[in-house]
């Protein structure tokens, strides 16, 4: 019995130093980030490293968002996003709800089409998106970005969808269309409601996704008018400055709206993943 | 309510047949079940009653009217199902005034109705839980609930009791009854238990592989079972069957078993002369056996296990190299390997033609 519980503690000692690290390892970067943006100058450009900043400052916050297009790109980012998970929730919805429960010539060569576009590589379809933009006038645009984005994150939805629609019981769709529903209406009131954490838990996968979006929305924008964050701060950098502090500012704030939305949607979220998970 | 005529209705999925020509009519207020085993197609008949597969050949009529074409919505039907379907999402009260809320009924009116629902059905106390926190005797009583708040012209039920335990099941068996006898409504109920069947009702349409075997009343079907299936899966245990040969002397025709015993049928079992001489499958239900003194019995065989059920005992008998199950009284215990008289009235035995498996007489 001894040597079975000196045995457990051991390995739950090993256990915890392992996701310690892995903590650390995921963590750090974040922490090391947010310690840079509250740094004075002096502190971030040091022959020695500086960990802790000898005094706190909110200047690189300040300027960032008061003397660049910070907060432009900050709007663009929400607009495009938002337009992405709108695109994504009404055509991914019914999409995925009719792969879950029609049956139809070509089905399952649809579905597999979708994984494809998956398998390449982003960069491949950058040049082929960027001449179709183009010559639909929808280069540098808010909604032809999202349009974009739509094009590899809807597989990502759909698929994730059609798990949950699969676990909505079909009886519950019988007995609304005997109850005076249509079949859209079955759908709307019935398998939606019941399938809300996995659309909650995908709409945040897809909407996270398009915000951080970094190769799209470098060669789909050109102006600031559809310009998203991540490529602004990448903009930033400059041939002979870096502005290390207001970057790490950015970088920040950036991570603010994520955050709150897992704050918001967590415990339904982390239902919906356990729910898809269990099916799958 | 209404009467409900199936004509010709057919089903089939790709080249897999699984309903075939099935004529039923239904009075008003009548109560259909559909009954068989898994498989037989009778939950495939009441999805297409109730339009939500359509059917690929035949016409079904409710109330005279030609539905083919017709809605789920649009049929003036209400579906009670095995899983009780009811909407997760939503309160009892919601749950079971859906249907009213879809076509479009005032609030208060529909709260009305359902209250006189959740009445009839003593849920009344439970109107604002969800569905989770209810047990299944209670999550049944809402989906029956759902389904009389409209008063559709047809009933639909889905092998409604199938999740409920023992106890529970005989309860709401009961419930259905005089919901049934209350509304005078015209009910399809779905089930494989037989007993379920005989109790409830008026008319019993038995099925296997997508074919009518047998429809009529419940004391027919058990009566005159019109072929070996529908004997073996009506009634439990199952009827007994015996091959013997059909002989007969001027008194009447008589079964001749291998081993020399005869079995008198008594002059009333019709034309049976074709198969004289020939081999026959006798069928004899083990509540139709007596026990008897061997010199006076119809057959004799030796005990091979006695089971005591409380209100009977099962004694299982070996005549003439074939098991057969005698449902005797509650306080025969025949000793193991005695040799057992029964007693039988020729009216209960059934003959079937051992080829097509058909009765005969």
Not at chain 2, 281 to 298: H, L
């Amino acid at each position: 019995m001894a040597t079975i519980a000196r045995s457990t503690r051991l390995w739950d000692i090993v256990t915890y130093a392992v996701l310690g690290l892995l903590a650390a390892f995921c963590l750090g970067p974040i922490a090391w980030t947010f310690l840079t943006s509250i740094k004075v100058d002096d502190d971030i450009v040091t022959k020695d490293m500086v960990y802790i900043p000898s005094r706190i400052t909110f200047d690189h916050y300040v300027k960032i968002w008061t003397q660049s297009d910070y907060p432009t790109l900050v709007l663009n980012s929400v607009a495009v996003t938002a337009m992405t998970v709108a695109i994504c929730l009404v055509a991914g919805t019914i999409a995925a709800y009719s792969f879950a429960r029609f049956n139809y010539p070509g089905r399952s060569q649809l579905m597999l089409g979708y994984l494809v576009v998956r398998m390449f590589p982003a960069v491949l379809m950058i040049i082929p998106l960027f001449i179709v933009m183009r010559s639909i006038d929808l280069l540098d645009t808010k909604i032809g970005l999202a349009l974009a984005y739509t094009s590899f994150l809807l597989p990502l939805f759909v698929w994730m969808m059609k798990g949950f629609f699969e676990a909505a019981p079909k009886e519950l769709e019988s007995a609304a269309r005997i109850d005076g529903s249509t079949r859209l209406g079955a759908m709307v009131r019935i398998v939606v409601p019941i399938a809300r954490n996995g659309l909650v838990a995908t709409g945040v996968f897809v909407a996270i996704a398009a915000w951080n979006e970094f190769l799209f929305a470098l060669m789909l924008t050109t102006s600031q008018g559809a310009r998203t964050w991540p490529v602004g701060l990448q903009l930033m950098v400059g041939e002979f400055q870096l502005p290390w502090g207001m970057l790490a500012a950015g970088g920040m704030i950036s991570i603010v709206p994520v955050v709150v939305v897992f704050a918001v949607v967590q415990r339904v979220m982390v239902a919906g993943i356990t729910a898809g998970a269990v099916k799958g | 309510m209404a009467a409900l005529t199936l004509k010709g209705v057919r089903k089939s999925f790709g080249a897999i047949t699984v309903l075939r020509n099935i004529d039923i009519e239904l009075e008003d207020g009548g109560f259909l079940v559909l009954l068989g085993p898994s498989g037989c197609g009778k939950s495939t008949l009441l999805s297409i009653i109730a339009g939500l597969e359509p059917a690929s050949g035949g016409d079904i009529l409710i109330g005279g009217k030609r539905v083919n074409d017709v809605f789920p919505k649009d049929r003036n039907i209400a579906m009670v199902f095995q899983s009780y379907a009811l909407y997760p999402t939503m309160s009892v009260r919601r749950n079971i005034g859906f249907g009213l809320e879809m076509r479009g009924m005032p609030a208060a009116e529909r709260e009305t109705a359902v209250r006189r629902a959740a009445a009839l059905l003593q849920v009344e106390h439970l109107l604002d839980r969800k569905p989770a926190n209810l047990s299944g005797g209670q999550r049944q009583r809402v989906a029956m609930g759902r389904a009389i708040v409209r008063n559709p012209d047809l009933f639909l039920f889905d092998e409604p009791l199938s999740n409920l335990d023992a106890k529970l099941r005989v309860e709401m068996r009961t419930e259905i009854k005089r919901l049934h006898d209350t509304l005078h409504s015209t009910v399809v109920y779905v089930t494989h238990d037989q007993l379920e069947a005989m109790t409830l009702g008026t008319l019993v349409a038995v099925m296997k592989d997508g074919i009518l075997q047998q429809l009529g009343d419940p004391q027919t079907i058990y009566d005159r079972p019109a072929n070996m299936f529908v004997a073996g899966f009506i009634g439990s245990p199952a009827m007994n069957f015996l091959t013997a040969t059909l002989g007969g002397t001027v008194d009447g025709p008589e079964l001749e078993l291998e081993d020399g015993q005869r079995v008198s049928l008594g002059p009333d079992l019709g034309d049976l002369g074709a198969w004289r001489g020939k081999k026959v499958v006798a069928g004899m239900r083990p509540e139709a056996f007596q026990s008897c003194p061997v010199d006076r019995a119809d057959l004799k065989g030796k005990v091979e296990v006695v089971e005591p059920t409380g209100p009977d005992t099962m004694v299982i008998v070996d005549v003439s190299g074939t098991k057969l199950t005698a449902r005797l009284g509650a306080r025969e215990r025949p000793a193991l390997g005695q040799s057992l008289g029964l007693a039988i009235a020729p009216t209960a035995i059934s003959l079937f033609d051992p080829e097509s498996t058909q009765r005969i007489g």
